[in-house]
Every structure is written in C-alpha cells, then in structure tokens.
C-alpha cells in the first residue's frame, strides 16, 4: 500500500509520516497547494491521510483531496465539532459530511485538542502578568498518539466513523494552567474567564470533551515536563 500524508509536516502529520512506513508528506512546503490546486499529481496514492488543515477553507481542501480518488481516505476530526458552533468546527463537520456522502471509502477520526495546541494557548495567554483562562474544562490528549491510532486506521479496512480518541484526564483550563506554570516556572495570576454566547456555553457544557474515551495515556503534565 502507498501513503500519502496532508500536511505532513505539522504538528499532528510529521508523527503521522514516521508512523507509516513509506508515507510521503504532501504539504505547500513540497509543491502542493490544495488550496489553490497545484501540486496535485502528489496526491496519488492508495491511501490519503488528511492532516493539512485550513481555518476557512476545510471543505475546499477535502473536496480537492476526494478529487484525487484514493481508494481510502482518512480524515482527522474534533471531538465536539458537531456541538460546539465555532466556525472552524462547522467547517470541520462540513467536511466530515462531504467526505461520507462522497462515496470514496472512507475512515474519520475524531480526537480532543493536542497538548501542543493548549501549550501554544497557554504561552500568548501568560504573555500578561494576568492571565485571563477560559472558564471551561479541556481533555488534552498527546499528538503523537493520534497519529499512530491514524496510521493504524489507514492501514485498515476504511471504517468510516472510528470511535473517538480523547485524552486520559479531563481537567479545568485553570487547573491545566497551573500545571503549565509549574513545568516552565513562569509566576501569573490566573483569572477564569467567563463569556457571553453559544460557542462559550457549548465548552462550559463539556461539548469538546469524550469522557467515554479516555484512551490517550500521556497527561498535558507528562507532555510538558517529557
Ligand atoms: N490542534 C488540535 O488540538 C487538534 C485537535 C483535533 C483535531 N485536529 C485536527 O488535526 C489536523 C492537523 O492539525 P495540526 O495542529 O497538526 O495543524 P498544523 O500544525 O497547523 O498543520 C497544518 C498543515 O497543513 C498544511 N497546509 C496548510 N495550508 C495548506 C494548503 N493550502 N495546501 C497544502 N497544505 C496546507 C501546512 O503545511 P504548509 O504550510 O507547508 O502548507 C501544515 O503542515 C487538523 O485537521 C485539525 O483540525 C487538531
């Protein structure tokens, strides 16, 4: 079988590339836009791992994927993009549907959001003496692990929506804070933050969160201090 990774090179792809044996990653660092269709001789492949992402134009970029006909297509979601109304979540389950109506073959895998993410969110929030947190509970999960659960899936039979991938411990943004300021000795004043709005009372409901599927093992803690 033929890998090929979309946005092989970022966060969640670059583990997905050494996971697979032989994946080419495929990104506009290599020649291939998705967006802007260039490149996309490289698309071809027997499976397509899609991991390139773009905040507004998520359905483009899977429409130009499916395009390239692979016989399975695999497909990295969130946890919650079907109950938190964020553009970039709806955009995310727009693309979920194009994919199974599609008729290409097909696996999706929802995961919680990367310790690297909350990392990068926690070091612009301390970037302020005081440091303004959301006031809701996030179920971070290492990247890493994600893209092995992916390389296992593309190396399946396409299962279209696989069971989802949350992190192993559900913790308040505060709390995850403090773990944060810990590992990197930084001293802030933390102060939880409340928001008017769908998009704040979806997160403060739990909509990002899978506490049925804890299956990451790596804590934001382990990550942070690894
Ligand atoms: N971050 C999270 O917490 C989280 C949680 C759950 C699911 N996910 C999903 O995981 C996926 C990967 O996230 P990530 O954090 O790894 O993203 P990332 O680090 O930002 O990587 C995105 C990749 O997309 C490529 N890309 C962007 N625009 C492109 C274009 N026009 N044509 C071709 N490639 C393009 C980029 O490479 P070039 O710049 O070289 O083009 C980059 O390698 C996304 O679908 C995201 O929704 C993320």
Redesign the pocket.
């Known amino acids: 079988m033929t890998f090929v990774v979309?946005?092989?090179?970022?966060?969640?792809?670059r583990h997905v590339v050494t996971a697979l044996p032989g994946a080419k990653p495929?990104?506009?660092?290599?020649g291939?836009?998705?967006?802007?269709g260039t490149g996309l001789g490289a698309l071809r492949a027997d499976v397509v791992v899609?991991?390139?992402?773009?905040f507004r134009h998520?359905v483009t970029?899977a429409r130009t994927v499916l395009a390239a006909k692979p016989a399975h297509l695999v497909y990295?979601?969130?946890?919650g993009c079907d109950r938190v109304p964020l553009p970039?979540y709806k955009q995310?389950l727009a693309a979920e549907r194009l994919i199974a109506n599609s008729g290409t073959p097909y696996t999706i895998l929802?995961?919680?959001?990367?310790h690297?993410?909350l990392r990068k969110m926690f070091d612009n929030l301390s970037k302020l003496p005081l440091m303004l947190v959301p006031a809701f509970a996030f179920q971070p999960i290492d990247?890493a692990e994600?893209a092995l659960e992916l390389a296992t899936l593309a190396q399946a039979a396409p299962s279209e929506l696989a069971p989802e991938m949350g992190g192993p411990e559900i913790r308040e943004a505060t709390d995850l804070a403090r773990i944060y300021l810990a590992a990197t000795g930084k001293r802030r004043t933390l102060l939880p933050l409340k928001a008017p709005g769908a998009t704040y009372r979806a997160y403060r409901a739990g909509g990002n969160l899978t506490p049925n599927h804890p299956v990451g093992k790596r804590t934001f803690e382990d990550y942070l201090t690894a």
Do not use: N, P, W
């Open positions: 979309t946005g092989g090179a970022g966060s969640l792809g495929v990104s506009r660092a290599t291939t836009d998705l967006l802007r899609h991991c390139a992402t773009s998520e970029m990295i979601s969130i946890v970039y995310k929802r995961a919680t959001q990367f690297s993410l990247e994600v």
